[in-house]
């Protein structure tokens, strides 16, 4: 079991509807990417927070957003939300400025929007 | 940007058998190789990794090869067990944690 817990494991969402999704990092790790997996795929990269800023973005509209807190602790926003949505949102904690450092993700939250 | 393939999208071995999942990558830049196991309802494992100033690296049943110049890294799992059944990514990353994955593999393990 890796020390990064996601809240909450499950969400029903409505088209259009928001949604804020929670990750706790593992302890000593000060930054937290964010991934998509959709059914029967590979995560996608959303984007990572670094000292509470982005750092770094995958191919996701603006309508994704995130926040990083002094606890390294980290939220993912989506607005509007979209069918295509549904997921499996996975959040990864790891240590930053150090090369090829490994990424441990939690259990993910499972988001369906209908 | 980077892109991975994984080959192949299933796999069906014997337990004791061993098996083997190959990837491709394309950017010259990456040079961190993690492999990840999946269960139904969980997140991602880390399970081995490499990186690009080594050819090999094994842990125990489970070893990861890495060829820099055709761009492409392997799994290999010696005699499996049912309990090895799951979802299996492979990854790369030029750095600083931002992993570009495949699209997994699902091995069965028959008893």
């Known amino acids: 079991e890796t020390g990064v817990t996601q809240s909450p494991t499950h969400l029903i969402k409505t088209r259009g509807q928001q949604v804020t999704l929670r990750c706790s990092s593992q302890?000593?790790?000060?930054?937290v990417s964010w991934y998509q997996q959709a059914l029967g795929q590979g995560p996608q990269f959303i984007f990572q927070?670094?000292?509470?800023?982005?750092?770094g973005r995958g191919n996701f509209p603006p309508r994704f957003s995130g926040l990083q807190f002094p606890n390294y602790s980290s939220e993912l926003n989506v607005n509007a939300l979209e069918l295509d949505d549904s997921a499996l949102y996975l959040c990864?904690?790891?240590?930053?400025?150090?090369?090829?450092?490994?990424?441990?993700f939690g259990q993910g939250t499972r988001l369906t929007v209908v | 940007g980077e892109n991975v393939e994984q080959h192949p999208s299933t796999l069906s071995v014997q337990e004791g058998d061993s098996a083997v999942i190959k990837c491709t990558y394309s950017?010259?830049?990456?040079?961190?190789f993690p492999w990840y196991k999946q269960e139904l309802g969980k997140g991602p494992q880390l399970i081995i990794d490499?990186?690009?100033?080594?050819g090999e690296k094994k842990d125990q049943r489970i070893a990861v090869t890495l060829n820099k110049t055709a761009k492409h890294f392997s799994l290999h799992i010696t005699e499996t067990q049912p309990e090895d059944s799951a979802v299996y990514f492979c990854?790369?990353?030029?750095?600083?944690?931002?992993?570009?994955f495949g699209k997994g593999t699902m091995l069965l393990v028959s008893p």
């Open positions: 990864a904690s790891s240590i930053q400025g150090v090369l090829n450092t490994e990424a441990f």
């Open positions: 927070y670094y000292r509470e800023e982005e750092n």
């Open positions: 302890s000593g790790h000060n930054t």
């Open positions: 990854a790369a990353s030029s750095g600083y944690s931002t992993l570009t």
């Open positions: 950017d010259s830049a990456s040079n961190y």
């Open positions: 490499i990186r690009s100033n080594v």
